[in-house]
Structures are given as structure tokens and as C-alpha cells.
């Protein structure tokens, strides 16, 4: 049974608190707040201690809503029925009742619930108070030494091995954690980021107790797996679950194609003294998401895996796929085709349907080696059939990669591996499959080439482009190079 204060002395104790939080609200009011958009004034060290400062106090309004969410948690109790406080609210449990009140998602109300419990002093049964569960996180973070995001990934480590490790392992780990996060710890080392006590964590948990912190590999192979489902509005949905390693090789390969550091391998430049400028001012147009430029990502990766020489071979060729598109749709803006694409029916397999696709994604495969274009006439008669004389050769793929050295268009930094060959003039329109013809772009520039407003074109041999009206108004043609070419020319006296 719960013990209560007297009503005056709550009333007494929760006026002082309001006045308090009020006080302190009137005192950012007046002397910070109407100065905020002052900070450019600031010189670096100031604003430093500005920082400092102001995550200081936003630790200590945290502390604040938390145990306030812990003691409402603790009053919406399941012992108390219909009598809690959220169900006297008509509130089907605390999170909502918090959601409600604070204005807060139900993943933050849930979050402060969850700390409050560890944190917050508990109450035996004849109303004694007993400590918390982790006492040093509970000092620090009140005292705003310790961040939310660190408390959060100590106890949501620590707290499910207090049963199997016993509470005096536990609470030796959660010191060592907790002086670590605050920068208190032997070695006088500095505060420890979130990121960086997460891990500690998970390594005191699997020092304390490796058998429960180690997944079972038998259940992770179990329970690995990878579904297509089926397609709708031309998307079809992937889910799944990826084992560890393979999940991390992926999350690389993505990193590796759509981190602005792969401009430091050589992507393409302009000759002129302005590109660096010009192409600069290009580099921040991709309006893609980061899930949109995954996706390109891994399409770029399949494109590689089936140009691989390691690839299996389906029927005693590379995997590919089958574009049948009539002459007449294939010269359409609007056109459509039908790509021969796997369409998974059950768990035993993948049935072959048709799927309709833009005749431009029929116009632009036709440069790729895994994918064939079959073009009929009005009869149905075959006058089209992609083939080894429509793919750049490996031979000419390596010519084409040291001329460009990457994605022609500007800005785009994906390397000359991840690129696919195009055609600046189109085989169907009598452009040879010839280096003098083929210019790499990305799978993401390909495919929008004929709606972005990028052009590219073969003067002589070397590639050039002009950017849309939007991006320059006078729409120059502007010669690619590499950088390692351009550094190469002005190096050279003379």
C-alpha cells in the first residue's frame, strides 16, 4: 500500500516547484532568449561554452521530465485500477496520458516512462523508499552530468542482466559506465559520447554475460531470409532480415557508392579554370533521399555483380534480362514495353511475368550487359535483338573508365566501377558501339536522362555536357575530364 503526503504539503511542495521551473523560464525569457539570433556574433571560444551550457541545462529539464513522467507512471500503476491517475483521466495508460499533456510522440513518452522506472526511487510495500535501479546513472543525470541518450544506452543495456549476473556486477559496470560518460573515470580521460558508451555497454554485457548477449546462430540462420513482394504502381516492395555480416557488407558497399568521399577517386571535372566552381555548385542538386539513393545504390551493384566474370551463368550466359518493346512504342515519349521480370508466387520460387515498363527505361537498358532489348515490328516480326555488338566490350569499358573516370554529369561522385556505358547516340539511330560513342553515367543519371534536362553529347571523341535551363541559362557545352588528366595538362610547361 502507497503512503501519501498531506494535501497541504503537496500543494506547498508543488507551488514551490512550478515557481521554480517558472523562475527559471522568466530567466531564459529575459536574458537569453531575445539574444538567441545573436550567435554569429559570438567568438568561437564563447560559443563553445554557449554549448556546453545550454546542453547542460536541456540535461537538467530532461532529468526533470523524466521523474515527473516516473511519478505519473508510478500513480497510473495497473495495482490501482480504475483509480490511476491516467484512468481517472479517461487515458488507457500513462504513455497516452504523457502524450496528451506534454504534446510528445508516443515513442518519447514511452522512452521517459521507461528511464523514470530505472531511475526514479521505488517504494516498498509499507511505503518505504528504496533505492533505484541504477543509482550513479540516476545522480548524474539529475545533476546534468550525464546525457539521455548515454543513460539510455546504459540501463537498456544493463538492466536485463541484473537476474543472471546478480546486482553487484551490474552496478559495478553501471560506475564504470557512468564515470566513464561523465568523464570522472581513474584514467582522466574526457567525457565519452553516446555512440562510444553504447558500445562499452554491450561489451560490459557481454564480459558479464556472453551467453545471453551473443545471438544464437542457429536461430539467426533460421530466421535470415529476403522477399520481394509483389508489385504495385510500378514498386515492388523488398523485406527481410539480413544476418550481421552480410547486413554490414551491404551497408558498405552503400557508403562506399553514396558518400561524398568518393569524389577523392576520380570523378569527372570540366577543362575550364571555373570548374571547380561550376561543379561545386552542382554537387548539392541530388534532391534524393538517402533511402532513394540506397536504392540506386544497389541497383548499381547489380549491374556490377552481373557484369562479374564470377557471376553464375543462367542457360550458359551472365543473368539477364529480357526487354520486348514494338518499334512504334519504343520511339514514343510515352511508350511502354514488357520486362521478362521474376515475380515471386510462393516459398518454393519465382514465377517469369510480364511487367509493363516506360519505353525510356527500354531506350536506356539497352547500354547494359544484364539487360537484352527485343524490338518487333507492327507483325510481331523480330527486327531488334540486343546483343554482344550493342554492349561495350570489357576492353572498351576500360578505355571509356580512364577517359571519364566517373559519372559525366557534375557533381555526381559515383566512382567509374558502379557506372553504367551509355550511348550519347543511340544504337537505334545508327550510334556505334564504339568508345567514341559511350560516356559513363550512374544508374540514377541514366535513367533520368531524358526528364532531368542533362544533356551529353561526343565532340571528337571526348564527352561534354550541358546543364539544364534552371541550373545555367545559357546552356553551354562544357568538355569531362578526369581530375588526374586535367592535373596531368597543367603540369606539363608550356
Not at 300 to 328: C, K, N, Q
Not at 418 to 442: F, I, K, M, S, Y
Request: hydrophobic fraction near 40%; glycine fraction near 10%.
Amino acid at each position: 500500500m502507497f503512503t501519501t503526503a498531506p494535501r497541504d504539503t503537496e500543494a506547498s511542495l508543488g507551488t514551490t516547484l512550478r515557481a521554480g521551473v517558472a523562475e527559471a523560464s522568466a530567466l531564459l525569457d529575459a536574458h537569453v532568449l531575445p539574444k538567441r539570433n545573436q550567435l554569429t556574433l559570438l567568438p568561437d571560444d564563447e560559443l563553445l561554452e554557449l554549448t556546453r551550457a545550454a546542453e547542460e541545462l536541456g540535461r537538467r529539464a530532461d532529468a526533470l521530465r523524466t521523474l515527473a513522467a516516473a511519478e505519473v507512471g508510478r500513480r497510473s500503476g495497473p495495482e490501482r485500477g480504475a483509480e490511476g491517475l491516467s484512468s481517472c483521466l479517461g487515458c488507457r495508460n500513462p504513455a497516452e496520458l504523457l502524450e496528451r499533456l506534454c504534446s510528445v510522440s508516443g515513442a518519447t513518452a514511452r522512452t521517459r516512462l521507461r528511464l523514470g522506472a530505472h531511475i526514479a526511487p521505488r517504494f516498498g510495500l509499507a511505503g518505504e523508499t528504496l533505492p533505484s535501479d541504477f543509482p550513479a546513472a540516476r545522480v548524474a543525470f539529475s545533476a546534468g552530468e550525464l546525457g539521455i541518450d548515454s543513460l539510455v544506452a546504459i540501463t537498456g543495456t544493463l538492466s536485463s542482466l541484473t537476474e543472471r549476473c546478480g546486482a553487484e556486477a551490474v552496478a559495478a559496470a553501471e560506475g564504470e559506465l557512468v564515470a566513464a560518460a561523465t568523464g570522472t573515470a581513474p584514467d582522466g580521460a574526457p567525457p565519452a559520447a553516446a555512440d562510444e558508451i553504447r558500445m562499452q555497454a554491450k561489451l560490459w554485457a557481454l564480459y558479464l554475460d556472453p551467453d545471453g548477449v551473443l545471438p544464437d546462430p542457429d536461430r539467426t540462420m533460421r530466421r535470415r531470409g529476403l522477399t520481394l513482394g509483389r508489385e504495385r504502381d510500378g514498386l515492388t516492395p523488398l523485406s527481410g532480415a539480413l544476418t550481421i555480416d552480410v547486413a554490414a557488407q551491404l551497408q558498405r558497399l552503400f557508403d562506399a557508392q553514396i558518400s561524398p568521399r568518393v569524389a577523392d577517386r576520380g570523378r569527372p571535372a570540366f577543362t575550364e579554370d571555373t570548374a571547380g566552381a561550376h561543379d561545386a555548385a552542382h554537387a548539392g542538386d541530388d534532391s534524393r533521399t538517402r533511402a532513394q539513393r540506397q536504392h540506386d545504390a544497389l541497383a548499381a551493384i547489380l549491374g556490377v555483380a552481373a557484369r562479374a566474370a564470377e557471376s553464375p551463368s543462367i542457360g550458359g550466359s551472365a543473368p539477364t534480362l529480357l526487354v520486348t518493346i514494338s518499334a512504334s512504342e519504343l520511339e514514343r515519349r510515352d511508350g511502354f514495353g514488357l520486362l521478362d521480370a521474376a515475380h515471386l508466387s510462393d516459398d518454393m520460387g519465382a514465377d517469369a511475368v510480364a511487367q509493363p515498363i516506360p519505353a525510356t527505361f527500354a531506350r536506356q537498358v539497352a547500354c547494359s550487359g544484364g539487360i537484352q532489348r527485343l524490338v518487333l515490328d507492327a507483325n510481331g516480326r523480330i527486327i531488334e535483338l540486343g546483343g554482344p555488338q550493342r554492349v561495350f566490350t570489357a576492353h572498351q569499358r576500360r578505355a571509356i573508365i580512364a577517359r571519364d573516370g566517373g559519372c559525366v554529369i557534375p557533381g555526381c561522385h559515383v566512382p567509374s566501377a558502379w557506372c553504367e556505358v551509355h550511348h550519347a547516340t543511340d544504337h537505334a539511330r545508327g550510334g556505334p558501339t564504339h568508345t567514341d560513342n559511350g560516356v559513363l553515367l550512374c544508374w540514377f543519371h541514366h535513367r533520368t536522362l531524358e526528364t532531368s534536362g542533362w544533356e551529353v553529347r561526343m565532340r571528337d571523341g571526348v564527352p561534354e555536357t550541358r546543364a539544364p535551363a534552371w541550373v545555367e541559362a545559357h546552356r553551354p557545352w562544357r568538355p569531362v575530364h578526369p581530375h588526374g588528366h586535367r592535373r596531368g595538362r597543367r603540369a606539363r610547361p608550356g
